[in-house]
């Protein structure tokens, strides 16, 4: 996903000359091209998360459109009081794009995983929270934000996620991509676990189960009328997210059915909420929360059967 | 630049005490009052609050909007009555809303933000080849902020020299005096080290505007100006509880006389 934000934020710039990116001393290698072709458009600020929010409301009060990038973990909970004032309460549409978000790099332990980032920016007003599904989503997502008034949060990944949609698939933020349509349960995953969200379906149609597949790339503001609609074709709805449970696209699929009251039984799958208390890469720690796709579909059957 | 003021100093001070019958944070607005009357009377370029070229204000130490409410309204740049300061209903918060007004350049209240933006908005002058200035008003306390540093470096760093940082330099805090809380062996040093050209200001009428015109020009430039917070309402002046000061009614005839009083600097 860094490479197709990279060539994203590239074409962009050179369409646009008030683009600036703000970096905090991240990202350096990712943007190595970017700098080439515009090194006054990319700034080192260095380590000063709050102070890279900051500056960015002052740019983009002063005309520039500003993308921030650093590690999820850091430019959201280190700048939080900062999003909340300097972006989200004077509302202004600074972009900002968090790298090796959920549990990316899980070895580097709890200070590198952001796995609670959609739970608090979520909480703000005037901010738009996107977890793009795959590389496409992650163009579609970069591009959409231009035309944003008020403030956006771009939550990636770097785990060589597959494309999962055509480069001219039909994006608009605060609508969710339908990938394939099923019978009786639908998934709804948001940001990477798309890829697994497929793998859970491929092993479902060995049993002739049909499972339904969409992208929930917004989490806020959430497509309602989507969840809505599955009424009419599922009885069952899963979450998928690599993020706290209950507390990000879970959490907020649940709000909607409850809030219009909608015969619909909700099964999330997330991380739990909690600290690693070992090592673990990645893969070691999505088998050990039991979020690969043979688990995930293990436990949707056995609770089918109960 | 010489704007037309239609309220003088003593008005506004005399302003300030019936808008504070139930609202604090009138000792820092008396302390502030002075320098942003000057800046706005004598230093800031602002023909409207539309020109991309203006000179720009940052209130970073937002407890003292009611002092820029005055001065704006004074100068005809603010569509309120004052006097809804903090009623319920009103545009007017008591912290600065970025929302109330377009004279309103950022919201603040929460210390330590202001810097960040102003050297975003100083960035951008330079993106932009223009040549508006942006200045600062915090207070000594709020320089206890990191935040303030982080930004402070980045200023030097990229040699913002049309940013300016006022320090409303009263030497009190909400809980103490600064000297108390947290104390700096030399706060001019500080802000040397951290490569700004520094200046002091003893009588802001008098010299505020030189030490503004005579800077160096290369750096960013750091003011201490000296003041006395809640400075008119003499048994509050420098005294460690007026931060949370409310004016009581009875006392507004004697503070009124404490404001007549006091020496025009």
Redesign the interface.
């Given at each position: 996903m860094n490479k197709a934000m990279a060539n994203k934020l590239i074409s962009i710039a050179e369409r646009n000359k008030d683009v600036?990116i703000i970096l905090v001393d991240l990202g350096y290698k990712i943007f190595r091209e970017f700098r080439s072709r515009f090194p006054?458009r990319c700034?080192n600020?260095?380590i000063?998360e709050?102070?890279a929010?900051?500056?960015?409301?002052?740019?983009?009060?002063?005309?520039?459109t500003v993308f921030i990038y650093s590690m999820a973990s850091f430019i959201t909970t280190r700048c939080f009081?900062?999003i909340k004032?300097?972006l989200c309460?004077?509302?202004i549409p600074v972009k900002i794009i968090g790298g090796n978000s959920g549990i990316t790099i899980g070895s580097a332990g709890a200070t590198h995983q952001a796995i609670e980032d959609i739970a608090i920016i979520k909480s703000l007003p005037n901010i738009c929270v996107i977890a793009p599904g795959d590389p496409v989503e992650v163009q579609c997502a970069i591009e959409a934000s231009m035309a944003l008034t008020s403030a956006c949060y771009i939550r990636i990944t770097k785990n060589g996620e597959k494309p999962v949609h055509h480069a001219n698939v039909s994006f608009q933020i605060g609508l969710a991509i339908p990938v394939h349509h099923g019978k009786q349960i639908a998934i709804i995953s948001t940001g990477n676990l798309l890829n697994t969200a497929i793998a859970i379906r491929n092993l479902a149609l060995v049993h002739n189960f049909d499972i339904g597949i969409y992208s929930m790339h917004t989490v806020k503001p959430i497509d309602t009328e989507l969840i809505r609609r599955l009424v009419n074709k599922y009885e069952i709805i899963v979450t998928l997210e690599e993020h706290v449970k209950g507390t990000g696209l879970g959490g907020e699929v649940a709000n909607v059915i409850l809030e219009y009251n909608l015969p619909l039984k909700l099964w999330q799958y997330g991380l739990p909420n909690q600290y690693p208390e070992i090592v673990g890469d990645r893969n070691y720690l999505i088998n050990q929360f039991g979020l690969t796709p043979e688990a995930i579909y293990k436990d949707i059957l056995q609770k089918i059967k109960r | 630049m010489n704007y037309k003021m239609i309220s003088s100093l003593e008005d506004i001070r005399k302003q300030l005490l019936h808008m504070h019958l139930e609202t604090s944070h009138i000792a820092s607005s008396l302390s502030s009052l002075e320098i942003i009357y000057e800046l706005y009377s004598n230093v800031l370029n602002i023909d409207s609050m539309d020109a991309q070229n203006r000179d720009r204000f940052i209130l970073s130490k937002g407890h003292a909007v009611s002092a820029l409410y005055c001065v704006l309204k004074s100068r005809g740049l603010l569509e309120y009555n004052i006097y809804d300061f903090a009623k319920n209903g009103s545009m007017l918060f008591s912290h600065p809303d970025r929302r109330t007004s377009k004279s309103i350049e950022i919201s603040a209240g929460s210390l330590g933000h202001g810097l960040a933006i102003a050297v975003g908005m100083a960035l951008a002058a330079k993106y932009n080849q223009l040549s508006y200035r942006v200045f600062v008003l915090m207070g000594d306390g709020e320089c206890e902020e990191g935040s303030v540093w982080e930004a402070a470096s980045i200023a030097s760093r990229f040699k913002l020299n049309n940013l300016i940082v006022l320090i409303d330099s009263n030497g009190l805090q909400d809980s103490d005096y600064v000297n108390n809380i947290m104390p700096v062996k030399s706060f001019k040093n500080k802000w040397e080290s951290f490569d700004w050209e520094l200046a002091e200001c003893n009588n802001v009428s008098k010299e505020l505007s030189k030490s503004i015109l005579n800077r160096m020009n290369d750096k960013p430039l750091a003011i201490i100006v000296h003041t006395i917070k809640g400075k008119g309402i003499k048994e509050i002046e420098q005294q460690i509880d007026s931060h949370r000061f409310i004016v009581p009614k009875e006392k507004i005839p004697q503070y009124i006389k404490d404001i007549e009083e006091l020496e025009t600097t």
């Open positions: 600036v006054d700034i600020i260095g000063a709050s102070s929010i900051g500056i960015a409301a002052g740019l983009s009060l002063c005309g520039k009081e900062q004032i300097d309460h004077q509302n | -």
